[in-house]
C-alpha cells in the first residue's frame, strides 16, 4: 500500500547511545517532516524537508540531525540520546500547492531513553 | 504565526448522542484547517480538511466541520457517536491555502470517550 512507512517501530536506548530512525514515503511528494508526540503536548515539528536537498528546523530541533537522502527518504538522528528524548516519532509527507490535501503520516516509532 | 486551541482535552458522550469537539485558530493568512484522528497506538489518519473551499466540510465515519471565519472557529461535530469513535482528535492549521512547507501546527488533542 501507497504511504509512509517508518522504522523501527519500537527502540529502547541507554542514555548516551545514538541512533537513525528511518523514513520513506512512495507518493512522490517533495516535503517531509519529523513531528515527536508527547502527552497533552500534541505533536511538535522536529525538522522537515521543503524538498530534496533542504532541511530546516522546526520547533524543537535540539539533539537531532535530520538527512535527506533523496525524494523519497527522509532520516532522523539522535547523537547522544537523553531521557527528555523519549517519546513517539512520527514522519510525514506532503505536496503543497494546488496538490495539498494534508499530510499522510506514517504508523510511529516508539522510543524509550533509560 | 500560527495557533490552535482545543476548548476540551476529554470529552465522554454516550453512544447515539451527538459529538462536538471544539476548535479555535488563529493565522495570519488564509489558513488550511484539518481534523485528525489517532486511534490508541496507532499513527494520524486524515478525518477531514478545510482549504478555502465550501465552508462546510464533510469527512469521513460520518464527521463534519464548519469554517467560521468571524469567530475563527473549526469544531467537529458528529451527529450520533459510534463506540469506534473512541480515540484521540487534534485540531490543525496550516498557514496557507495551499499548504505550508514549514509545517502543521497541532492542538494538544481532545479524548472523546463513547459511553455505552
Known amino acids: 500500500n501507497a504511504g509512509v512507512t517508518q522504522t523501527p517501530k519500537f527502540q529502547v536506548l541507554k542514555t548516551g547511545q545514538s541512533m537513525t530512525l528511518q523514513c520513506a514515503q512512495d507518493m512522490n511528494h517533495n516535503s517531509m517532516y519529523w513531528y515527536r508526540q508527547d502527552p497533552g503536548m500534541g505533536l511538535r515539528l522536529i525538522y522537515y524537508s521543503a524538498s530534496e536537498g533542504t532541511t530546516d528546523k522546526g520547533e524543537v530541533p535540539n539533539g537531532y540531525n535530520v538527512s535527506r537522502l533523496n525524494k523519497r527518504e527522509f532520516s532522523l538522528r539522535l547523537e547522544s540520546a537523553a531521557p527528555s528524548q523519549t517519546s513517539v516519532y512520527f514522519c510525514?509527507?506532503?505536496?503543497?500547492?494546488?496538490?495539498?490535501?494534508?499530510?499522510?503520516f506514517g504508523s510511529g516509532t516508539r522510543l524509550t531513553v533509560v | 504565526a500560527q495557533s490552535v486551541t482545543q476548548l476540551d482535552s476529554h470529552v465522554s458522550v454516550s453512544e447515539g448522542t451527538p459529538v462536538l469537539l471544539r476548535c479555535n485558530y488563529s493565522s495570519s493568512y488564509s489558513p488550511s484547517l484539518f481534523w485528525y484522528v489517532q486511534h490508541p497506538n496507532k499513527g494520524l489518519q486524515l478525518l477531514l480538511k478545510y482549504t478555502s473551499a465550501a465552508t462546510l466540510v464533510k469527512g469521513i465515519n460520518g464527521f463534519e466541520a464548519e469554517f467560521k471565519k468571524s469567530e475563527t472557529s473549526f469544531h467537529l461535530t458528529k451527529p450520533s457517536a459510534h463506540m469506534s469513535d473512541a480515540a484521540e482528535y487534534f485540531c490543525?492549521?496550516?498557514?496557507?491555502?495551499?499548504?505550508?512547507?514549514?509545517?502543521?501546527?497541532f492542538g494538544k488533542g481532545t479524548h472523546l470517550i463513547i459511553q455505552p
Open positions: 510525514a509527507s506532503s505536496d503543497i500547492g494546488e496538490g495539498f490535501y494534508g499530510y499522510t
Open positions: 490543525v492549521v496550516s498557514p496557507y491555502s495551499g499548504g505550508g512547507a514549514d509545517g502543521l501546527t
